[in-house]
């Protein structure tokens, strides 16, 4: 074989080598037109003032209250929605998986979720209205039927806890995907091992099982919160602009020059881009370090 | 034994409430258009809005646009990195992963400042630059799972011998991977191009932005203005995702396998 190979190919090397270059350009072009040049583009416009020359007071600007307040929130929620979301994506998923219910289900599951996962977005806000809206079929049903009136006990859909529940409809089926083959790694031989040596079930969870999942469920928790931060299009729909999170601020900036400072909506941009870069980054670490219990 | 079975179910249960009663209050509440009885005036209504059918023929065609732009920039790019250039392949993964890292409202931003009409590409210039602009950046949104699914493809074919029995036969490069590995990570391409569709179809911020008349825009404006039409169009967003997704289910059943090699 190795013959062959050297025999077809040295011929022809400095054509096969022009057309592998040929074949990677457009992607690489594609790369660094439509990633790489716009981050940098807005990375160096939060360095320049109105005037064109090197400034800092747009990272300085970014601590008004207004703009302090937009990312507190949007921290406030993204953090919210990963932490539940992933909580309760890893129950579910512990318990089609080890809680030994009918295998048909899974399959179901997982087809769900993959839909429910990409189900975000505009309609995604239409649906929470007509559930948890003042008319929605969930409130209603709580008023009359059960007697408790969620809206006069201070719930709002469009504040914090409503686009909090909303954003679980798309993080926890993406946190069921993720970690559905981490739980699969924990193999059935651990938990015999444990419990031949005297182990409960709880000691289990406790000492093998969660352990090993835990970079798993770390990884996804960061890449949760990265999904939910950048997210702009639910919030919109849900609230229009009455709710103060970053990506909307954003929005209002690029629509219309909201903060009357383009250099500081560029600073605005970058502090998002740390924000997801971060969280991904801490993704990306963890989830090669949880790799190796999966082979 | 018994107990944990009870504690799956009750997870399970309560799960299950959580994602399905939206979907039913969606679907009672677009119901209720005509006083006193259920009825699908709602959805008649939406779908003979000619808004409608102009916005979502728009949206389908630039998914179409995109899948075919993704298709062409990424197959070739896995096919020789797989296949000569391994040391280029810890960078496109990373370039791949960008568009998760990067929220989209910052990419249609950074676009709308470096590609505005002054500048030496000027896409939003005009309409139809402001259309490609759109496709480009739909491919980038998909660019992490299209290259997933390709890369996945590929791994499950033998692309070096495939290559060079191709060669031996005299088949040029571009017909190698045209009429060779395209057909053979057909299945692989079709799933990237149905997620594709998927994420593309009812995207809002990135074509709102643009100013262009896409779907997404469009079931915002209803949204805002209409009280029962928002939630016939959430099911039938919904159901397009469902029928994207369960597109990509069907189609892995006939991935074809030859398998790779292991040296």
């Known amino acids: ?295 | 034994m018994k107990q944990s079975r009870f504690w799956a179910w009750l997870v399970f249960g309560i799960g299950a409430a959580y994602f399905l009663i939206p979907l039913i209050a969606t679907f009672e509440f677009s119901l209720r258009m005509r006083r006193g009885y259920y009825s699908f005036d709602s959805y008649a209504s939406v779908f003979s809005d000619p808004k409608f059918q102009q916005t979502f023929t728009y949206s389908a065609v630039i998914g179409l646009l995109s899948i075919i732009v993704g298709i062409l920039v990424v197959v070739p790019a896995v096919y020789f990195v797989r296949l000569r250039m391994a040391w280029l392949r810890p960078y496109v993964e990373f370039l791949t992963l960008l568009p998760l890292i990067i929220p989209a409202i910052i990419l249609v931003y950074g676009y709308i400042r470096l590609y505005n009409s002054s500048s030496i590409i000027p896409f939003t210039g005009s309409a139809v630059g402001t259309d490609i602009l759109l496709t480009f950046a739909y491919v980038t949104l998909a660019l992490p799972y299209m290259y997933r699914a390709v890369d996945t493809g590929m791994r499950t074919i033998d692309v070096q011998t495939l290559t060079e029995a191709a060669q031996i036969a005299g088949a040029s490069t571009p017909q190698i991977i045209g009429r060779i590995i395209l057909p053979n990570i057909l299945v692989a391409v079709l799933s990237g191009a149905f997620l594709t569709f998927a994420i593309v179809i009812g995207e809002f911020t990135i074509a709102s932005l643009l100013n262009r008349p896409a779907f997404g825009p469009y079931l915002q404006n209803i949204g805002a203005n209409r009280a029962y039409e928002p939630a016939a169009l959430a099911i039938i967003s919904f159901i397009i995702t469902w029928g994207a997704m369960s597109m990509i289910n069907l189609l892995s059943r006939f991935a074809p396998r030859t398998s790779a090699r292991t040296d």
Do not use: C, H
């Open chain 1, 1 to 295: 074989m190795t013959t062959l190979d050297t025999g077809t190919t040295a011929p022809g090397k400095k054509r096969a080598l022009s057309f592998e270059w040929l074949g990677v350009a457009p992607f690489i072009v594609f790369a660094i037109m439509f990633l790489i040049l716009p981050t940098l583009y807005l990375v160096g416009a939060a360095f320049v003032d109105e005037q064109g020359g090197f400034t800092l007071a747009n990272f300085a600007g970014l601590g008004t209250p207004q703009i302090v307040a937009a990312y507190w929130i949007s921290i406030r929620i993204s953090g919210a929605s990963a932490i539940l979301g992933a909580l309760i994506g890893l129950a579910i998923a512990l318990a089609l998986i080890r809680g030994k219910l009918p295998s048909g289900l899974r399959a179901a599951v997982m087809t769900f979720s993959g839909v429910a996962s990409n189900f975000a977005g505009v309609p995604l806000a239409f649906a929470f209205i007509s559930t948890l809206g003042r008319l929605g079929l969930a409130t209603v049903i709580l008023k009359f039927v059960f007697g408790i009136d969620i809206y006069k006990a201070g719930f709002n859909l469009l504040s914090f806890w409503g686009l909090t529940i909303t954003y679980l409809y798309f993080q926890i089926p993406l946190m069921i995907l993720i970690i559905a083959p981490a739980i699969d790694g924990l193999k059935k031989e651990w938990s015999e091992a444990a419990s031949t040596l005297g182990a409960t079930p709880w000691q289990f969870w406790r000492y093998v099982g969660l352990p090993i999942l835990w970079p798993s469920f770390l990884g996804t928790l960061s890449l949760l919160f990265a999904n939910a931060f950048g997210a702009i299009a639910t919030a919109y729909a849900l609230t229009g602009s009455s709710l103060n999170i970053v990506p909307i601020l954003l929005y209002a900036q690029i629509r219309g020059d909201a903060l009357q400072n383009p250099g500081l909506g560029a600073a605005l941009a970058v502090g998002m881009i740390l924000i997801t870069g971060f969280a991904n980054v801490i993704y990306l670490v963890i989830s090669s370090r949880a790799e190796r219990w999966l082979k």
